[in-house]
């Protein structure tokens, strides 16, 4: 027992003499999705001065950022390549395209979640509804009436939607754009009544009048809608689908280098400063251990798969 002990002990040094010497040399950060920039830099900067390092931002965003994320799926699990992501690469990809090249679960090792994106549900300000429950009854008391806009199939914007018909069998008609720009032009001018889209490119509209934001569609509200609720604060039962942002590294990291690279993460992600930022460019600051990442992964993978096939995707 005491040998044992006494090995036990030995590892425990060894491996945080190990987490306390990374990094030796420079480390990679691979940027899967242009819109996060602002956040990997930031993430980046603090990074490298906890250690004294310098930490690089990559940016690989082809295939949708799934070449970026095979990269990082591929390199040594060594903490010298890690990627900063979003739910849209490491989770629905794997349902929307028949070749992605990892898996959402096996591939990779959680390290962090950072932050959500926050998005919103607007309306044409014709449209005489204020809030969610208004907009059901409406499109209950009108069925098949409604157009809502989103950025694409298959997305979290249109995932949403998907599972606000599934709890109220409302009848809506998805329009599906190319670009944010298409849909925030077409529900002003009346072409769609409602749209599903990230707060950052509806809220010089909503601020003119030209939209209408009747809810938040994110875990909690947002500081600068305070008054505006949540769509689950509205509808009972709703859960967002994912649109959180994470790093990750290859599967089977050491986890010693991970909790170093979680403590820094957190560390830099709850500067004041840092949140101001992330707040200004639609995304709020939320954290978790790796472990709670991992937990979170899994049941993004069980919602997501059962709006895709409940929605009639098939991936392409």
């Given at each position: 027992?005491?040998?044992?002990?006494?090995?036990?002990?030995?590892?425990?040094?060894?491996?945080?003499?190990?987490?306390?010497?990374?990094?030796?040399?420079?480390?990679?950060?691979v940027l899967?999705?242009?819109?996060?920039?602002?956040?990997?830099?930031?993430?980046?900067?603090?990074?490298?001065?906890?250690?004294?390092?310098?930490?690089?931002?990559?940016?690989?965003?082809?295939?949708?950022?799934?070449?970026?994320?095979?990269?990082?799926?591929?390199?040594?699990?060594?903490?010298?390549t890690i990627?900063?992501?979003?739910?849209?690469?490491?989770?629905?990809?794997?349902?929307?395209?028949?070749?992605?090249?990892?898996?959402?679960?096996?591939?990779?090792?959680?390290?962090?979640?950072?932050?959500?994106?926050?998005?919103?549900?607007?309306?044409?300000?014709?449209?005489?509804?204020?809030?969610?429950?208004?907009?059901?009854?409406?499109?209950?008391?009108?069925?098949?009436?409604?157009?809502?806009?989103?950025?694409?199939?298959?997305?979290?914007?249109?995932?949403?939607?998907?599972?606000?018909?599934?709890?109220?069998?409302?009848?809506?008609?998805?329009?599906?754009?190319?670009?944010?720009?298409?849909?925030?032009?077409?529900?002003?001018?009346?072409?769609?009544?409602?749209?599903?889209?990230?707060?950052?490119?509806?809220?010089?509209?909503?601020?003119?009048?030209?939209?209408?934001?009747?809810?938040?569609?994110?875990?909690?509200?947002?500081?600068?809608?305070?008054?505006?609720?949540?769509?689950?604060?509205?509808?009972?039962?709703?859960?967002?689908?994912?649109?959180?942002?994470?790093?990750?590294?290859?599967?089977?990291?050491?986890?010693?280098?991970?909790?170093?690279?979680?403590?820094?993460?957190?560390?830099?992600?709850?500067?004041?400063?840092v949140r101001?930022?992330?707040?200004?460019?639609?995304?709020?600051?939320?954290?978790?251990?790796?472990?709670?990442?991992?937990?979170?992964?899994?049941?993004?993978?069980?919602?997501?798969?059962?709006?895709?096939?409940?929605?009639?995707?098939?991936?392409?």
């Amino acid at each position: 027992m005491m040998r044992m002990l006494a090995g036990i002990v030995c590892l425990l040094n060894s491996l945080c003499a190990y987490s306390q010497s990374y990094p030796v040399k420079p480390v990679r950060l691979v940027l899967t999705l242009a819109g996060t920039d602002v956040l990997a830099r930031v993430g980046a900067q603090r990074l490298t001065e906890a250690f004294g390092q310098a930490v690089v931002v990559d940016l690989v965003v082809g295939a949708s950022g799934a070449i970026g994320a095979a990269t990082v799926a591929r390199a040594a699990p060594d903490g010298y390549t890690i990627m900063l992501t979003s739910s849209a690469q490491i989770v629905t990809r794997v349902f929307l395209s028949r070749n992605t090249p990892y898996d959402s679960v096996k591939s990779f090792t959680p390290i962090a979640k950072v932050a959500e994106a926050v998005a919103v549900v607007a309306v044409n300000p014709a449209l005489p509804v204020a809030s969610v429950r208004e907009l059901i009854d409406y499109a209950r008391r009108n069925p098949g009436r409604i157009s809502f806009a989103t950025s694409g199939v298959g997305t979290t914007h249109h995932l949403s939607a998907e599972m606000v018909r599934q709890l109220t069998g409302i009848e809506w008609t998805h329009v599906p754009y190319k670009s944010s720009g298409q849909v925030i032009n077409d529900l002003y001018s009346g072409e769609v009544q409602v749209a599903f889209s990230a707060l950052a490119n509806l809220v010089q509209f909503a601020n003119a009048g030209k939209v209408r934001i009747i809810a938040v569609n994110a875990d909690a509200r947002f500081i600068a809608l305070a008054n505006i609720p949540t769509v689950a604060e509205q509808l009972n039962g709703y859960e967002r689908p994912p649109g959180w942002v994470a790093y990750f590294g290859p599967a089977g990291m050491p986890s010693a280098i991970v909790a170093r690279l979680n403590e820094e993460i957190i560390k830099a992600m709850s500067a004041p400063e840092v949140r101001a930022k992330m707040e200004a460019i639609g995304f709020m600051v939320s954290t978790s251990t790796p472990g709670e990442l991992a937990d979170l992964v899994k049941r993004s993978v069980a919602i997501t798969g059962k709006l895709v096939k409940a929605a009639g995707i098939e991936p392409e």
